[in-house]
């Protein structure tokens, strides 16, 4: 494993969803520009990175995910010189710009997937998965497909959609009852891997610092420890770490000790994957409503850290020394963390992000608390996500500011309420949750303790039982982070915790109090409270 990215130790992500984010021509979709636009706003957060999911040619009928030209913006949002554009404005301001890299399936629009979906063999034709016949046993392979597409005598894999057909990067243990399975060394795969390298290439040589891998553990198929999908990313990095040695790779893997070991930077705890996340903030998960147990991010303070901290350490544990895990405020992908909750719990929430190790992500209008609206009907394959999607709230002007087109021309409908967040109404008041949050990222940015290398030792964390109280350090800085999300007031005693202080100065103060009597550490909590302490 190559050394750390400098870069990330300090970084902290802002998630812009194009579409959503801001529109300048008028026809109720965001655009590059709009972002351009923008960006002085976006510097303001202590933001160093953005993170912009897919804008490249798509039919959009999975918002993006399902491209049909890889090296071109989707005209929607601009041109490739927008792109250029973009990229320099951001660096002018000292902030990077990392594009998503949907590097295991195309659209069915892609020209690729076009040729390679006819009768005549060409050079595209190995391209994606196939079966060797529309009426052969297919299904006890284990992948999905679909059939009757076209005259190839064949049905395609998919990864998702039906539009997201599978490229074709071997099968790691191909099935001898599936002749049609090719191993991860014949021509197909190489050509498809080079290919993806040939992509990464032409938006960094443009000037992009890193992607974001969407289903980045998918490539390789039949691959049960993933000592495939491993080695494809090992040589990507190889490569990366040659050629261009200062490119961050940002995994959707959910699986940090796999994907740092396959040569990424930074991997997820979110929604899937390695579980916790939902225990910190779902309510409810969009993707399903069996599986509810509270969260230990509410009011109603029936939640347990230990479904997070028993898992997230051991990660943690793993990986520290070559990368980050990331927790971020949500995605493009589930729910808001403003949803049953309302800005006091926002506050304990954003003090838990901003001062947990790894590299955090704040997803855009979560600096202003802008809701999940539920109910919303399906827009380019969101379903049950698209009540997270909906456009930035810049002002009370028309559409919110967000677009000067017809309403009916907008992407997805704005919150209604008369009371909806908007920068505007926040931008000038000092107690508003944006310029909380922007304390926050300015603790963070001045601090190597709270850095996504600094230390981390859990001080206070038993299940079923509140506060969560932690430390966070680096040589001789060092703070105490208590968190009480529950809506009544919580105490702590913690015996034999000698910190190795004469005084707690609070310079994050939310209703928390400390005290070191030499034996014990005694810690109130009000409802709903935080506290940041630095320790003298």
């Known amino acids: 494993m190559a050394k750390k990215i400098k870069w990330l130790e300090n970084a902290v992500f802002y998630q812009l969803y194009p579409q959503s984010f801001n529109d300048t021509n008028a026809d109720g979709i965001g655009d590059i520009p709009g972002i351009i636009e923008k960006l002085d706003y976006i510097r303001s957060l202590g933001v160093s990175v953005i993170w912009l999911n897919p804008c490249f040619a798509s039919p959009f009928y999975d918002a993006g995910y399902d491209v049909a030209d890889f090296y071109r913006i989707a005209p929607r949002y601009g041109t490739n ?83 997201q057909p599978a490229l074709n990067y071997g099968f790691w243990e191909p099935d001898p009852k599936h002749p049609w399975q090719q191993p991860y060394d014949a021509p197909g795969p190489k050509a498809v891997r080079a290919e993806l390298r040939k992509i990464m290439k032409f938006w960094l040589d443009m000037g992009a610092s890193g992607f974001r891998v969407d289903m980045a553990s998918s490539l390789v198929k039949n691959d049960p420890n993933s000592e495939g999908i491993i080695m494809l990313w090992k040589e990507i990095r190889d490569w990366l770490d040659k050629d261009y040695p200062e490119t961050a790779l940002i995994a959707e893997w959910c699986n940090p000790e796999r994907a740092i070991a396959a040569g990424f930077d930074v991997d997820f705890m979110i929604h899937f994957g390695v579980s ?53 405020t949500a995605n493009h992908d589930f729910q808001r963390p403003n949803w049953n909750r309302d800005e006091a719990d926002l506050r304990v929430i954003h003090t838990f992000i901003m001062t947990w190790p790894g590299v955090p992500v704040i997803y855009y209008g979560d600096e202003i608390g802008m809701k999940y609206l539920e109910g919303l009907r399906s827009k380019e394959g969101g379903y049950g996500r698209t009540g997270t999607r909906t456009p930035m709230q810049w002002s009370s002007d028309k559409n919110a500011g967000f677009s000067d087109g017809a309403e009916e021309s907008l992407y997805l409908p704005i919150d209604s309420a008369e009371n909806r967040p908007t920068v505007q109404a926040q931008e000038d008041d000092p107690e508003s949750i944006l310029n909380f949050m922007r304390s926050l990222t300015k603790l963070r940015n001045s601090s190597k303790a709270l850095s996504a290398d600094g230390g981390l030792d859990i001080v206070y964390a038993q299940s079923g039982k509140y506060p969560f109280v932690y430390t966070r350090y680096s040589g001789d800085e060092r703070y105490l982070i208590v968190v009480n999300p529950a809506g009544r007031a919580e105490s702590a005693t913690i015996a034999g915790y000698l910190c190795p202080f004469t005084a707690a100065e609070a310079v994050v103060a939310g209703g928390v109090k400390v005290e070191n009597n030499g034996k014990e550490l005694l810690i109130n909590a009000q409802p709903c409270s935080y506290g940041v302490f630095k320790i003298n």
């Open 81 to 163: 010189d927008d792109m250029k554009t973009l990229i320099a404005e951001a660096r002018k301001r000292d902030m990077r710009i990392c594009l998503d890299l949907v590097a295991g399936h195309s659209s069915i629009d892609c020209e690729w997937f076009q040729k390679s979906a006819s009768p005549e063999k060409n050079e595209y034709t190995d391209y994606y998965i196939w079966t060797d016949s529309v009426w052969g046993d297919y299904k006890s392979s284990g992948q999905r497909f679909i059939n009757g597409f076209s005259d190839r005598d064949g049905c395609y894999a998919i990864n998702f959609f039906y539009s």
């Open 276 to 328: 916790g996340y939902e225990r910190l903030f779902f309510h409810k998960n969009v993707f399903s409503y069996e599986d509810y147990k509270p969260p230990f991010f509410s009011k109603e303070g029936k939640g347990d850290i230990c479904a997070f901290t028993d898992n997230y350490m051991k990660q943690y544990n793993l990986t520290k020394a070559d990368g980050y895990i990331s927790v971020p």
